[in-house]
């Protein structure tokens, strides 16, 4: 079993940053690859950015958020990061954290379908 906790969310204004975590434990190893999901209100959800399994660590994004979130792991602790800056108001959404036993190829990486495990959530809500 696989565990996924968030946290991180918080209400800022346009232009802000939030630095969003994911504690994983269970039997969670560098072998799975991890992403972020969001999802707004009445929208479905789309993945945010992934990162592959350690040591590479390849990376994928939304053209959505490209050069303004930065996805990365601590396979030492299990952890995933989402910093988020330069927040707009159609960031407002849940954040999802996810991991995946699958193998990793860009095509999967932001395909929530392709992922085992998903956290809770944690809510980011960025005002104009």
């Known amino acids: 079993q696989v565990r996924l906790v968030e946290s991180g969310g918080d209400s800022v204004q346009a232009g802000g940053s939030l630095r969003l975590s994911c504690a994983a434990s269970?039997?969670?190893?560098?072998?799975?690859?991890m992403g972020w999901f969001r999802q707004a209100p009445g929208k479905e959800r789309e993945g945010v950015a992934a990162?592959?399994?350690?040591?590479?660590?390849?990376?994928r994004y939304a053209d959505s958020v490209k050069g303004r979130f930065t996805i990365s792991r601590d396979n030492a602790e299990n952890s995933l990061t989402l910093q988020t800056n330069a927040l707009k108001p159609d960031d407002t959404g849940m954040y999802y954290c996810?991991?995946?036993?699958?193998?990793?190829?860009?095509?999967?990486?932001?395909?929530?379908?392709?992922?085992?495990?998903w956290g809770q959530g944690t809510q980011v809500t960025v005002s104009s």
């Open positions: 990162i592959s399994p350690g040591p590479f660590n390849f990376t």
């Open positions: 269970g039997y969670i190893n560098n072998t799975f690859y």
């Open positions: 996810a991991a995946s036993r699958g193998t990793w190829t860009t095509a999967r990486a932001l395909n929530g379908r392709f992922y085992n495990y």
